[in-house]
């Protein structure tokens, strides 16, 4: 029997919903919407595409999204200036640095540089550090608090089961497992240099699957029922039945976006399992607008 | 053949004779030894007992140990304005407070007060954060930190190695973790409700308990040949032949310090192992000194 499909679409939505009576009283104490300032450098066209989407989340709910834009060759001092200067204007509630910044900055330093209060995407130390804690954050990074929110979507129990995340990265990996260890699931986190992948995915009653590598886990890593959430938002080639790429009307490869989950393989074997697109990614970006709103109670209060 | 004992005192008087060119260099530099201030609320025997050990320690690599003593009915607010008072104060390096703190005082608030670049107990959010970062961090909880040169002590590759941390505290469990998950090892944090803990530690290369439960771990539940770190520090009864505990002269309970490993049928089985005392214990507190010393290098630069 295939899977049940965690609709992540339908709990952002619900998220989305829920953050209507916030914002209608953060207006009515402020006299204005919450505001998220939003700091792209260059022109990576990745990012213009996730300001895009934000932009639209924030509209759609009544934030006001704030894109300030820099050219590929500001000076590090140049943006560190300007992220001081959002961390103090009192019109702003949240501050997302878009990634990846140009190569010449260092991104960890300027992401430090945004007062916690005003992190709303989680990734400052001083954030990730309450992640520590039983009683965990108020502003926790959005992907890991979307595959967590989805876990809980799902109808899963994490308390006592066994759980499993490929992938260590630091707003990612790490920050999910902490989320899954203060509720009392045993995690084992796996990546690059785990020796027997498949021994410890065939375990796992949860699995989050969060490694950036297309396909890298297929129905055989799989144990049947079990809940498999895919963080992974990969571009690949569409191929024809002969495994060629296809091509569009202009001669350029067609793509699509897929997670790190064969989703085909995987379905046949899971209980449940987030879509790519469609799963983690929707609820990402609600997470992002429920961490500005709670950034702007905080602040507002 | 009984594992080899790891010891800890030999590891820790080689931190302590490494930290001499530093405490030194300090010394030229500022003119004064490097400082810690050690916040004590009332008479609690334990934290009394850690106080003069502390003392002892500093006095040994000089160190500057200064005990900042308050009464156990202490207002919140007094202890909170000694603590901005110490941060604040150019002649202190780095800050110490004492648990457990009386019960009418938040101690999680009271830590974060302590400024995190004078967090030589590594327990502010802003430090434990950085855990998260592959570079790690300069301030690391003392016990976790302890836990982690031990397993390089011993000898242990980290990179690949099937990892196993038994307890998910905020200060040790969860941070011996990220240290090893940083260092690619495989690990699984196991805790009071996972449901086969002895599934798990049979599968650890290096295994790390930190539960503070004397005796949960016994030779049944080592992998042969495995590293075992034993965090746990737990006074219990003598007991004779019989299981009756023995009595002292003035008829009280004999006491001895036992960590959460029961060390005759672990070292049967281990292929290398702490012991308690005299393991994970010394080296805590030559952590301790060395963030201090770390503490004072980027205080007094």
Redesign the interface.
Known sequence: MAATRIAGDVLAARIKADLAPAIAAIRAKAGRAPCLASVLVGDDPGSIVYCRSQAKACEGVGITYDLVQFPADTPATALAAKLDALGADPAVDGILLQMPLPRSINA?DMAERIPAAKDVEGI???????????EGAALIPCTAAAAYELIKFAGCTI??A?CVVVG?S??VG??V??LI??D????????????DLKA?TTRAEILVVAAGKAGLVTGDHIRPGATVIDVGINRVPCLDEKGQPLLDEKGRKKMKTVGDVDFASAEAVAGAITPVPGGVGPVTVAMLLRNTVRAAETHIA
Chains 1, 2 share one sequence.
Do not use: Q
């Open positions: 960890r400052t130390s001083a954030n990730l550090g309450k992640l520590f804690f039983y308390k006592g066994e260590h630091p707003i790490k920050p497992a902490c260890t203060n009392l699931g045993t995690c084992t986190i796996c990546h690059i240099e785990t020796r410890h």
